[in-house]
């Protein structure tokens, strides 16, 4: 271990700016490799299919979702219309109830009416027999 020197600064500097230098080639030699440049564009071409895709399929769930929203505004409007009819109908069904309400009464009045008649009749009876 008699013979071991220690770098000193400048040949570490030296050292270092060799490696940075092997490496900026190696880097520089691989960007113009053309397998390396077919491979990016293949996969830029990948990208660009998957994002069509994906905006073809983007298009039609919204197409999807337009044709739900008029199907469910028309299937609103169905329900409205029979909600109507409904309610149109009760409120036939509740005039009709009124009606024959109103009728009984008036049944029930004039029944009322000739019970009182009656005994007003036989009073009048009994006092002209006296």
Not at 27 to 42: I, M, N
Not at 100 to 105: G, S
Not at 123 to 128: D, L, Y
């Amino acid at each position: 271990m008699a013979n071991f020197r220690s770098p000193d600064v400048l040949e570490r500097r030296n050292n270092a700016a060799a490696v940075k230098k092997a490496m900026l080639e190696k880097f520089k030699a691989a960007a113009q490799d053309p397998t390396l440049e077919e491979q990016r564009l293949k996969r830029i071409a990948i990208a660009e299919a998957r994002d069509a895709r994906m905006a073809e399929r983007e298009a039609a769930r919204k197409v999807r979702e337009a044709e739900l929203a008029v199907l469910a505004a028309a299937e609103a409007e169905r329900q409205a219309k029979a909600k109507r009819e409904a309610e149109e109908l009760e409120s036939l069904i509740a005039a009709e109830k009124e009606a024959a309400h109103e009728a009984l009464l008036a049944e029930q009045k004039a029944a009322r009416d000739a019970r009182y008649a009656a005994r007003k009749a036989a009073k009048k009876e009994r006092r002209r027999g006296y």
